[in-house]
């Protein structure tokens, strides 16, 4: 992989459950997968991030693992792992592999051997759990709670299910054996070819101090970057600097202020472009979310989880284009963009849910039986959302008016666009465009800080036609960005082929209803 691949990279976080069967169970493989590698490429995808390949009961996505360093046996084997990161590679997509060092399956053998007095191994392992006798003696800073041992005759720290309504104990950091069971873990796929890790809950576990928790990550962090071009995520963290501190490559929060890209593209009702998760905090938009939580010298390493919790009425033209802006907006703002499989071509999550993760979505690649998914019996039911026979991947890929086109096509430039990537601050790369009317009409313009390309985002978020002002002058930091540039060529969306800011600075842009134009410059200013 190239220096630096990540910050050009989309991502794509899998479910590998629901990708594609090659042996007739039912179930998702790796041997699916790689035969549909060249999909990902195609849309522009450049790196596949796995909750967990490792043996589990499936809780959490696979992340309460039950092995650390195999392959669950209903995925396929370690040589299919191989496989896998010599055939991405071919197609320039990196491999990251969950990885949980704060928490294990109850079945895991060395929590069997930790609770059992009578194992060879208990003496090795006694710490590698949190145990304690009195309850009242050790009290977690955050959530958890403490589970009686029988065996053990103990309590022992747990926070997660398991499927099987069992507790899953939280491993203890600050054992040596700890540590050294997980340098082994990391070198071990490391080794193999994998480009990195997304950590489960990296902001770590709820009973040790800050301080124990920072010394343990940043012992995992500098292991990782000890390998050349590897990327580790943070699952959990609240902001850049403990990210920084941690000495993650990025953090990802479901729960922290990010741009909410579906509450904007969908207009949540009273809510508008106002994004933040958190009640009583709506007043927040994108724009202020970017400079306020994100400005940092390493804005950029924050990863934005691509939300799609609505059923897409395949039916309904502004549904369709609503989703169309939300993969805009989500692919082109100051932050890497990770889309969870399968909503790249506007499916969400199937509805029923066991006990702690969810049923995955089996693939739609065509209208053959089982939509091409498997030969045998789908492990769960298809297509319970009832998506007509024109949203299959085949399907949506010979319409250029589909929301899986246009996916390809925002993130294919992406790609190719530097202007558009997360090479900078966010301060240097990204600035709010005024308009005359800032609730319908969302306008940024992007920058790359070393080639000084610009590119110009307008999106009309108004159910009807509009003709915004752009005052590009009212804004000094927009203009320092621009640097005199001010000849545009459009590359996606509505309008003329070519685009100019006139000296006055304020620019006429007619977009139809939902609709957006994505213009690059390629001007050289006066004096460079």
């Known amino acids: 992989m190239q220096e630096n691949w990540a910050l050009s990279s989309v991502f794509m976080f899998m479910d590998i459950r629901g990708c594609q069967d090659s042996n007739g169970d039912g179930l998702g493989d790796l041997p699916g997968l790689i035969s549909r590698l060249d999909h990902f490429q195609e849309v522009g995808i450049g790196a596949l991030v796995f909750a967990g390949l490792q043996p589990s009961d499936f809780s959490y996505v696979g992340t309460m693992m039950k092995e650390f360093s195999d392959v669950d046996s209903r995925y396929g084997s370690l040589a299919d792992f191989d ?14 592999l969950g990885w949980s060092p704060y928490s294990t399956h109850p079945d895991h053998p060395c929590f069997q051997a930790s609770r059992d007095p009578n194992s060879p191994d208990h003496a090795e392992l006694r710490d590698f759990y949190v145990w304690t006798e009195d309850i009242n003696a050790r009290q977690p800073r955050g959530s958890g709670h403490w589970q009686w041992d029988p065996v053990r005759r103990e309590y022992y720290h747990t926070i997660w299910y398991a499927a099987d309504h069992r507790w899953c104990p939280q491993m203890n950091p600050m054992s040596p054996r700890v540590r050294k069971e997980n340098e082994k873990v990391i070198r071990f796929w490391l080794d193999r070819g994998a480009d990195g890790f997304w950590v489960d809950v990296g902001v770590g576990g709820s009973f040790f101090s800050w301080e124990d928790h920072t010394a343990f990550s940043r012992e995992m962090t500098s292991l990782v970057h000890s390998y050349p071009r590897k990327w580790i995520i943070s699952e959990g963290n609240k902001s850049v600097p403990d990210t920084i501190r941690d000495g993650y490559d990025s953090f990802l929060n479901n729960w922290a202020r990010a741009p909410d890209t579906e509450k904007t593209a969908f207009r949540a009702p009273g809510k508008g472009r106002f994004t933040d998760f958190f009640e009583g905090l709506e007043t927040q938009g994108i724009h202020e979310a970017l400079l306020a939580f994100y400005d940092e010298p390493k804005g950029n390493q924050v990863m934005n989880f691509f939300r799609l919790n609505r059923t897409v009425d395949f039916d309904d033209p502004e549904d369709l284009a609503r989703l169309k802006l939300q993969f805009l907006i989500h692919g082109t703002l100051p932050v890497i963009p990770l ?3 399968p909503h790249h071509c506007g499916f969400r999550k199937s509805k029923p849910r066991q006990f702690v993760t969810p049923y995955p979505f089996l693939m739609m690649w065509d209208n053959s039986p089982n939509y091409g998914f498997t030969t045998g019996m789908p492990c769960v039911k298809q297509n319970l959302e009832g998506y007509p026979a024109r949203a299959t991947v085949e399907a949506q890929l010979r ?23 997360c090479h900078g601050p966010v301060l240097e790369t990204y600035a709010m465009v005024p308009s005359s009317d800032d609730n319908d009409c969302l306008a940024y313009l992007r920058r790359h800080p070393e080639s000084g390309q610009c590119a110009l985002v307008v999106v009309n978020l108004s159910s009807d036609p509009a003709t915004y002002t752009l005052h590009f002058q009212r804004s000094a930091r927009l203009m320092k960005l621009l640097a005199g540039r001010r000849r545009f060529e459009k590359k996606l969306g509505s309008g003329p082929p070519q685009w100019r800011i006139p000296q006055n600075g304020d620019m006429e842009a007619a977009l139809p209803a939902c609709g957006y134009t994505l213009l690059v410059s390629h001007e050289r200013p006066p004096g460079e």
Do not use: N, W, Y
């Open 83 to 96: 496989r896998l990161i010599r055939e991405a590679r071919d197609r320039d997509i990196a491999v990251l």
């Open 339 to 341: 889309f969870s499989f």
């Open 399 to 421: 319409d250029e008016g589909s929301p899986l086109s246009a996916f390809k096509a925002i993130m294919t430039l992406r790609r190719e666009t530097p202007a558009l990537q």
